[in-house]
C-alpha cells in the first residue's frame, strides 16, 4: 500500500489524491493506516501517506518487539536458574 501512494506521489497534503486514483480501494488496512495517521485525509476525499509517521511507527513497533525479546530472555534466564538450585 504504501508502494501505491509513493508511485502515485501522494506523499504530502498538497499532493492528496483520492484512493481510486492511487489504485486502492476502502479496506480494512487503509481504515486502520487512517487510524494511526499514517494515511491521512488532507481534505474530503483526498488522501497522502505520511512517511515520517509511518517510520516512527515502525521504529516504535521495532522497539517493543526488542523489549519483549528481551524480557522472555530474561525470564527464560530466570526459570533456567531456578530449576538448577
Known sequence: MRDDF???GATMPVNAMSLADIGIGESMAV???VGRS???E???GLFY????VYLSVRAMRRRM???MLL???LVFMFVSFVKMR
Open 65 to 67: 518487539a526488542l523489549v
Open 6 to 8: 509513493l508511485r502515485a
Open 42 to 44: 488532507a481534505s474530503p
Open 38 to 40: 499514517i494515511i491521512r
Open 49 to 52: 501517506f505520511d512517511e515520517e
Open 71 to 73: 524480557a522472555a530472555a
Open 31 to 33: 481504515e486502520r493506516l
